[in-house]
């Protein structure tokens, strides 16, 4: 009874996924029903006193006994349907289990007092039921519902009445009455057994279809005898689920949606074959609706049997670098923190740490300065995010990050540090897909499943309105254009949010898309972990995003609701420079949310000169802004006296070569133009712009800047 059986695993139309096959590479399907007709065939081809005997039937013992000692050789048997399971039963399933036991008078005896434990503790349709769910058929079939699908390639219930009786007699010489290859030996057992059936009046009464086929109905049932061919559609979920629910019988039905599947399965593997030579070799996705969490599509990999590209990992579970695709997580907990959408982040060269130093740099190596809240996300620009991260601490963000699901971080997020600002940790991409579906449900959590009917885990992450304004971020085309151009790889006709990420050396590519209805996720990369060629970009998988939002969005009729508006913000004009309120000298305003308990002021970094408008930058944006001509002026005294590089507690190493012996320094801030400085109790000043050099001396180092009534003073390390 405890015994595994194959699982049937359908998609959310009932469309057959998968039979799995047991670990001795049997299928033995458990019926939900096994057909009255069918049972009635098998009682009367193996036992027709089942219903009046207790498990060993005296009156065939004797006959069996008679015939064969008066034959001189085995003419009949006397194995009752009971006695039958029993052997099923000690040769599988008992602790002394062999394949094939010699019959022997002993074993007999035991087959016998084994049937007669089974009568008392079982209904003989119980009885009939183990029998035929456990009958071997040979060529890897056990039951009659395996057995019906190996040879017929028919559900149990489908089968006609002569391939019942075809089916009945396999049992006996599986390799003598196979259909495909003996058929005529086939069909003369079952004629025979079908005569003997229909001359039951009480059998023929009751199944008058069965009483009446003739020779021609065996002729067609032979002809259309086949095997089945098993599909083996979702490979690495319907792994996956098999380990985690090894105890699972009967029929599943899944989330899924094979045409879904289908269309994503040729579009990663098309894709895989198109940048090939890039090192692109294999790829995944991941679809859910949001309003369920149900799972719509799984694709492991481009391709499950390819050995080579390593085809059985399952890259929805693989923990990959996921890049830039990380931020929103980070904006959004700002968004929670004090931070406002009409911010300016810095996007300025900046050093982080003490003892080791972090310098972080864009994708395209460039400084952007002044950089409002909205277009740092969309345009995916590196500085601002690890700024962001630096102000809400790695211990904060961690946890929020294990909030959304994200467990792979649990180990890995301290020795990220602010890289995991830029994704450094690894993560799966069905975390990040599960993650990411937070934002157009409103700052809700939401656990996965693949099996319909269960109610899934739910909690808040984001306040509503920190998710909504993440989503009008990611869905503005105007606000990425810095970053991704004006292309069509995010374009679409119904509302969507878009973010990638790219790993160092573009070796994991991602990209993630939702609506509000559904989240797709899909990498690319390669398993071994090889830098991908020719900079193939976010493009590929982003392309197959959008593509696959487009699918979707057509199957229901295009309806696809608009992401909602904030409550208490409302929209208005700003400065797209300085993110504050426009004054007559602005040229250039935007439209943002402003929140109503927000205090605002006039924008102070315009000003009309000679009548012309002229942008004052403040002191933070010294080394963006020497280095480059720029319209425009600092104001200088806009700070108080900073060193800005390097920060007290840096560790240098010594080295040789152009570049090696000199340390960059740059102060900001200050009242007058002259800087005084002493260095190791060496003097010099420094003129406006404070930006200079120091020899690197090995050992402790003291460095002090005085400007006018300001000063500072910090130290640093120079080692071998």
Request: include cysteine; charge should be positive; hydrophobic fraction near 40%.
């Given at each position: 009874m405890a015994r595994p059986y194959s699982v049937r695993y359908y998609d959310r139309h009932g469309m057959l996924l998968q039979i799995t096959p047991l670990e001795d590479g049997l299928r033995r399907e458990k019926p939900a029903q096994i057909p009255a007709q069918i049972k009635d065939v098998f009682v009367f081809a193996e036992d027709k006193r089942f219903y009046r005997h207790i498990g060993?039937?005296?009156?065939?013992?004797?006959?069996a006994v008679y015939q064969n000692v008066s034959g001189r050789r085995r003419v009949s048997g006397a194995s009752t349907i009971t006695m039958q399971l029993a052997r099923i039963i000690a040769d599988n399933c008992g602790p002394a289990a062999q394949p094939a036991r010699s019959r022997t008078a002993g074993s007999k005896i035991a087959e016998m007092l084994n049937a007669l434990r089974l009568e008392t503790r079982f209904s003989k349709s119980r009885i009939l039921e183990m029998y035929i769910n456990s009958l071997p058929f040979g060529f890897s079939a056990q039951g009659a519902a395996s057995a019906s699908r190996n040879f017929f390639a028919s559900e149990i219930s489908m089968l006609s009445p002569a391939q019942v009786f075809c089916l009945a007699v396999i049992p006996r010489r599986p390799n003598h009455y196979n259909p495909h290859e003996n058929p005529g030996n086939c069909m003369a057992a079952a004629m025979d057994l079908q005569s003997g059936f229909a001359d039951n009046k009480r059998l023929a009464r009751r199944w008058p279809l069965f009483a009446q086929i003739d020779e021609r109905d065996f002729q067609f049932a032979l002809s259309s005898a086949k095997r089945f061919r098993y599909p083996f559609e979702f490979p690495h979920l319907i792994r996956l689920i098999n380990q985690q629910q090894k105890s699972a019988a009967g029929e599943m039905r899944l989330t899924v949606d094979l045409a879904l599947q289908r269309y994503l399965e040729n579009a990663i593997a098309g894709n895989v074959a198109m940048y090939f030579s890039s090192r692109v070799t294999n790829g995944s996705a991941l679809v859910a609706d949001n309003e369920t969490g149900e799972i719509l599509a799984w694709v492991g990999s481009a391709d499950f049997f390819n050995v080579q590209a390593a085809g059985q990992i399952d890259g929805v579970l693989a923990l990959n670098q996921p890049g830039s695709s990380m931020k929103p997580f980070l904006y959004a907990m700002a968004l929670e923190n004090g931070f406002f959408p009409s911010d300016v982040l810095s996007d300025v060269p900046m050093t982080f740490g003490e003892s080791e130093i972090y310098f972080p740099q864009n994708f395209n190596n460039r400084f952007n300065g002044p950089m409002l809240f909205r277009a740092s996300l969309a345009s995916?620009?590196?500085?601002?995010?690890?700024?962001l991260l630096y102000r809400l601490s790695v211990r904060n963000y961690t946890q929020k990050l294990l909030d959304l699901g994200f467990d792979s971080v649990q180990k890995s997020a301290q020795e990220a540090g602010l890289g995991l600002a830029l994704g450094n940790a690894p993560v799966s991409l069905y975390e990040l897909v599960r993650a990411f579906s937070v934002f157009p449900r409103d700052g809700?959590?939401?656990?996965?499943?693949?099996?319909?009917?269960n109610k899934n885990t739910e909690h808040r992450v984001y306040s509503a309105n920190a998710a909504r304004i993440i989503c009008s971020f990611l869905s503005d085309p105007g606000a990425r254009v810095l970053a991704f151009g004006a292309g069509r790889n995010f374009r679409t006709s119904f509302?969507?949010?878009?973010?990638?990420?790219?790993?160092?050396?573009?070796?994991?590519?991602?990209?993630?898309?939702?609506?509000?209805k559904y989240s797709a996720g899909v990498w690319m990369g390669n398993f071994t972990g090889e830098t991908v060629m020719d900079k193939t970009g976010s493009s590929i998988p982003a392309v197959i995003v959008r593509d696959t939002l487009n699918v979707l969005h057509r199957a229901h009729s295009g309806v696809s609701p608009d992401f909602p508006q904030p409550d208490g913000w409302k929209i208005a004009r700003i400065c797209a420079v300085s993110g504050m309120d426009p004054g007559g000298a602005c040229l250039s305003i935007i439209n943002e949310y402003i929140h109503s308990g927000e205090k605002r002021a006039k924008c102070t970094w315009h000003k009309t000169v000679n009548g012309k408008s002229e942008t004052i930058y403040p002191a933070e944006y010294q080394a963006w802004f020497i280095s480059s001509v720029r319209q425009g002026s600092l104001d200088y005294s806009s700070r108080p006296l900073e060193i800005k590089n390097p920060r007290s507690g840096f560790v240098y190493l010594s080295g040789s070569g152009i570049g090696m012996d000199e340390i960059p320094v740059e102060v900001i801030g200050g009242g007058n133009d002259v800087l005084h400085v002493t260095h190791n109790g060496r003097s010099f000043d420094v003129a406006r712009p404070f930006v200079f050099f120091l020899k690197r001396e090995q050992g402790f180092n003291t460095l002090t800047v005085k400007n006018g009534y300001e000063e500072e003073t910090i130290t640093f390390t120079i080692e071998r």
């Amino acid at each position: 009874m405890a015994r595994p059986y194959s699982v049937r695993y359908y998609d959310r139309h009932g469309m057959l996924l998968q039979i799995t096959p047991l670990e001795d590479g049997l299928r033995r399907e458990k019926p939900a029903q096994i057909p009255a007709q069918i049972k009635d065939v098998f009682v009367f081809a193996e036992d027709k006193r089942f219903y009046r005997h207790i498990g060993v039937d005296a009156f065939a013992l004797i006959r069996a006994v008679y015939q064969n000692v008066s034959g001189r050789r085995r003419v009949s048997g006397a194995s009752t349907i009971t006695m039958q399971l029993a052997r099923i039963i000690a040769d599988n399933c008992g602790p002394a289990a062999q394949p094939a036991r010699s019959r022997t008078a002993g074993s007999k005896i035991a087959e016998m007092l084994n049937a007669l434990r089974l009568e008392t503790r079982f209904s003989k349709s119980r009885i009939l039921e183990m029998y035929i769910n456990s009958l071997p058929f040979g060529f890897s079939a056990q039951g009659a519902a395996s057995a019906s699908r190996n040879f017929f390639a028919s559900e149990i219930s489908m089968l006609s009445p002569a391939q019942v009786f075809c089916l009945a007699v396999i049992p006996r010489r599986p390799n003598h009455y196979n259909p495909h290859e003996n058929p005529g030996n086939c069909m003369a057992a079952a004629m025979d057994l079908q005569s003997g059936f229909a001359d039951n009046k009480r059998l023929a009464r009751r199944w008058p279809l069965f009483a009446q086929i003739d020779e021609r109905d065996f002729q067609f049932a032979l002809s259309s005898a086949k095997r089945f061919r098993y599909p083996f559609e979702f490979p690495h979920l319907i792994r996956l689920i098999n380990q985690q629910q090894k105890s699972a019988a009967g029929e599943m039905r899944l989330t899924v949606d094979l045409a879904l599947q289908r269309y994503l399965e040729n579009a990663i593997a098309g894709n895989v074959a198109m940048y090939f030579s890039s090192r692109v070799t294999n790829g995944s996705a991941l679809v859910a609706d949001n309003e369920t969490g149900e799972i719509l599509a799984w694709v492991g990999s481009a391709d499950f049997f390819n050995v080579q590209a390593a085809g059985q990992i399952d890259g929805v579970l693989a923990l990959n670098q996921p890049g830039s695709s990380m931020k929103p997580f980070l904006y959004a907990m700002a968004l929670e923190n004090g931070f406002f959408p009409s911010d300016v982040l810095s996007d300025v060269p900046m050093t982080f740490g003490e003892s080791e130093i972090y310098f972080p740099q864009n994708f395209n190596n460039r400084f952007n300065g002044p950089m409002l809240f909205r277009a740092s996300l969309a345009s995916s620009l590196n500085i601002p995010a690890v700024y962001l991260l630096y102000r809400l601490s790695v211990r904060n963000y961690t946890q929020k990050l294990l909030d959304l699901g994200f467990d792979s971080v649990q180990k890995s997020a301290q020795e990220a540090g602010l890289g995991l600002a830029l994704g450094n940790a690894p993560v799966s991409l069905y975390e990040l897909v599960r993650a990411f579906s937070v934002f157009p449900r409103d700052g809700n959590y939401l656990d996965f499943s693949w099996e319909k009917g269960n109610k899934n885990t739910e909690h808040r992450v984001y306040s509503a309105n920190a998710a909504r304004i993440i989503c009008s971020f990611l869905s503005d085309p105007g606000a990425r254009v810095l970053a991704f151009g004006a292309g069509r790889n995010f374009r679409t006709s119904f509302p969507a949010i878009f973010k990638t990420g790219t790993a160092n050396q573009y070796q994991s590519i991602v990209a993630l898309g939702a609506t509000m209805k559904y989240s797709a996720g899909v990498w690319m990369g390669n398993f071994t972990g090889e830098t991908v060629m020719d900079k193939t970009g976010s493009s590929i998988p982003a392309v197959i995003v959008r593509d696959t939002l487009n699918v979707l969005h057509r199957a229901h009729s295009g309806v696809s609701p608009d992401f909602p508006q904030p409550d208490g913000w409302k929209i208005a004009r700003i400065c797209a420079v300085s993110g504050m309120d426009p004054g007559g000298a602005c040229l250039s305003i935007i439209n943002e949310y402003i929140h109503s308990g927000e205090k605002r002021a006039k924008c102070t970094w315009h000003k009309t000169v000679n009548g012309k408008s002229e942008t004052i930058y403040p002191a933070e944006y010294q080394a963006w802004f020497i280095s480059s001509v720029r319209q425009g002026s600092l104001d200088y005294s806009s700070r108080p006296l900073e060193i800005k590089n390097p920060r007290s507690g840096f560790v240098y190493l010594s080295g040789s070569g152009i570049g090696m012996d000199e340390i960059p320094v740059e102060v900001i801030g200050g009242g007058n133009d002259v800087l005084h400085v002493t260095h190791n109790g060496r003097s010099f000043d420094v003129a406006r712009p404070f930006v200079f050099f120091l020899k690197r001396e090995q050992g402790f180092n003291t460095l002090t800047v005085k400007n006018g009534y300001e000063e500072e003073t910090i130290t640093f390390t120079i080692e071998r």
